[in-house]
Structure formats: structure tokens, C-alpha cells
Nanobody, 116 residues
Framework: QVQLVESGGGLVQPGGSLRLSCVAS????????MGWYRQAPGKQRELVARITSGGTTNVADSVKGRFIISRDNRNNTVDLQMNNLKPEDTAVYYC??????????WGQGTQVTVSS
């Protein structure tokens, strides 16, 4: 059974930074891609950033230039560095692992709140 465990969420002031981390229970090479999604109250879950097994990344326009996704295959982790946070970044952030085009796995989510 694949498990994804997120950490690093919390409360931060606008302009601040947070680093989210996702640890997978299996080797990252088991997946074609890993990603971070977020869901704000009353809104649909949306892709924030994604990184393939080959290292190709794509980042949502709303966070481009502020968020960076990275992976550490040795430690089976995928991190999301979030800089210059804005109130509109407030959401529950979820780690995602794509085993193939049909099978994906989700973490339990971690809350990020940006507020003064």
C-alpha cells in the first residue's frame, strides 16, 4: 500500500515562506510523476506544481516565480518551497503520486494559512 505523508504546513504572514515535504512509502521511481495540489474552501482542487520521474517540472501560473518543486529520489521525498506567500495561497495542500494515467495516490493534506 502506497502512503504519502505531508508535513511543513502552518500559519505564515504575507510575504513569508514555507517548505512542504512529502515522504513516500515506496521508491519515487515507482511513479511517472509527483505533484502538489491545493484546495481552498469552496473551490476545486487545483494543480500547484508537478515533477516527472525525469525531472521535468510544471508550475501553475498563479505561483510561478514563487514556488519551486523538487525531488530527492534517495530519500523518497518531494518538496514544495513556497516563497512570497499571499493570502490567496491559503488552502489545504495535498501530495499526489501518479503510478500511471489511471492510478494515483494522495496524501492526507496539510493546511497552509497566510494571514497577518
Amino acid at each position: 500500500q502506497v502512503q504519502l505523508v505531508e508535513s511543513g504546513g502552518g500559519l505564515v504572514q504575507p510575504g513569508g515562506s514555507l517548505r512542504l515535504s512529502c515522504v513516500a512509502s515506496v521508491r519515487l521511481f515507482s511513479f511517472i510523476a509527483m505533484g502538489w495540489y491545493r484546495q481552498a474552501p469552496g473551490k476545486q482542487r487545483e494543480l500547484v506544481a508537478r515533477i516527472t520521474s525525469g525531472g521535468t517540472t510544471n508550475v501553475a501560473d498563479s505561483v510561478k516565480g514563487r514556488f519551486i518543486i523538487s525531488r530527492d529520489n534517495r530519500n523518497n521525498t518531494v518538496d514544495l518551497q513556497m516563497n512570497n506567500l499571499k493570502p490567496e495561497d491559503t488552502a489545504v495542500y495535498y501530495c499526489n503520486a501518479e503510478q500511471n494515467v489511471v492510478i494515483t495516490f494522495w496524501g492526507q493534506g496539510t493546511q497552509v494559512t497566510v494571514s497577518s
